[in-house]
């Protein structure tokens, strides 16, 4: 006997409920609209329709990748940030809406005219400000040669691959000049707290973007060491930060040299970003 797409969506629902996924009904959802190749309105139009044998197989061989914990976007190859589809794999950081936070601050700013993104890894955060910005030019830089090419893709998607470059580098080690903008969205989880993450991190998301060991805060003490030298006068940073960390990356950047302007909170009420102007920038805002 058929059944609807409605019927399935709840069944697959059911499903991952049952394998303990957390969010069952709204990731069934996603994985039937991405099954069926329908965008969020096709799918809402015609859920009573009968759902397809294609769709049905797509569904269930997505139901059972999700029941192991593969995070929706690496099934589904992409995840929505700052409105636009960045493709994810899992060479990449999936971004996530709390990085939303840094690329708001950036554009409550005044316009960068240069732009580094250090550790760009799917290139959300570069891509985002470029699109936004269109007479920006900007450089991601990354470790990983895989997670180059995805922010390269994603470039393209979104017509921005005149505008940026992606350099393989570990952090400061092969860029050069100055940038109005250092964004960053490190490694920042303490080992101690690894094993504690969801299986969907843990299991699915490359370790090197996750944690650099001890005590979760040496991409911070490298971009603070190197940023004086590539921040423009009047430029600014901005990088985000795990909870309970903001007070102690900011200590970072003063012993640094740099000053410490503010530190900024998410949605959620956690300090998430910490914002750092170049001394010339704070003597003008006087």
């Known amino acids: 006997m058929s059944q609807t797409r409605a019927e399935a969506i709840r069944r697959g629902s059911a499903r991952l409920s049952a394998a303990g996924v957390p969010g069952a009904d709204r990731d069934a959802r996603l ?3 991405w099954a069926a190749g329908l965008s969020g309105a096709g799918l809402a139009s015609g859920l009573q329709d009968p759902a397809s044998p294609g769709e049905l197989a797509r569904f269930g061989e997505a139901l059972a990748r999700r029941e192991a914990r593969v995070p929706v976007s690496q099934i589904t190859g992409l995840r929505t ?3 636009r589809d960045f493709r994810v794999t899992p060479a990449v950081l999936d971004p996530r809406p709390e990085t939303e936070t840094l690329i708001d601050a950036a554009l409550s700013g005044s316009a960068a005219r240069r732009v580094l993104d250090l550790g760009t890894g799917t290139g959300c955060i570069l ?3 470029l699109a936004e910005w269109p007479e920006a030019i900007g450089t991601g830089v990354d470790v990983s040669p895989d997670a180059l090419a995805v922010a ?4 393209a998607a979104h017509d ?3 505008r940026a470059r992606f350099v ?3 952090w400061f080690d092969a860029v050069s000049g100055e940038f109005d903008l250092i964004v960053s969205n490190p490694p920042y989880i303490a080992e101690a707290e690894m094993a504690d993450l969801e299986p969907e991190v843990a299991l ?3 370790r090197i973007a996750l944690t650099p060991g001890g005590d979760g805060l040496d991409a911070y003490r490298a971009i603070a060491a190197g940023a004086g030298a590539h921040l423009a006068p009047g430029g600014r940073i901005l990088v985000e930060v795990g909870v309970h960390q903001a007070r102690a990356v900011a200590a970072i950047f003063s012993a640094a040299g ?3 302007h503010e530190i900024l909170r998410d949605l959620n009420g956690h300090e998430r970003v910490v914002l750092v102007q170049s001394a010339r920038k704070m003597a003008e805002n006087r």
């Not at 390269?152 to 470039?155: L, P, T």
Request: charged fraction near 15%.
């Open 204 to 206: 699915h998301e490359p």
């Open 81 to 83: 940030f700052w409105g």
């Open 168 to 170: 393989l580098s570990d």
């Open 152 to 155: 390269a893709d994603n470039a």
């Open 258 to 260: 740099l000053v410490h």
């Open 160 to 162: 921005v691959a005149g």
């Open 31 to 33: 994985l039937y609209r």
């Open 127 to 129: 891509v985002t400000l």
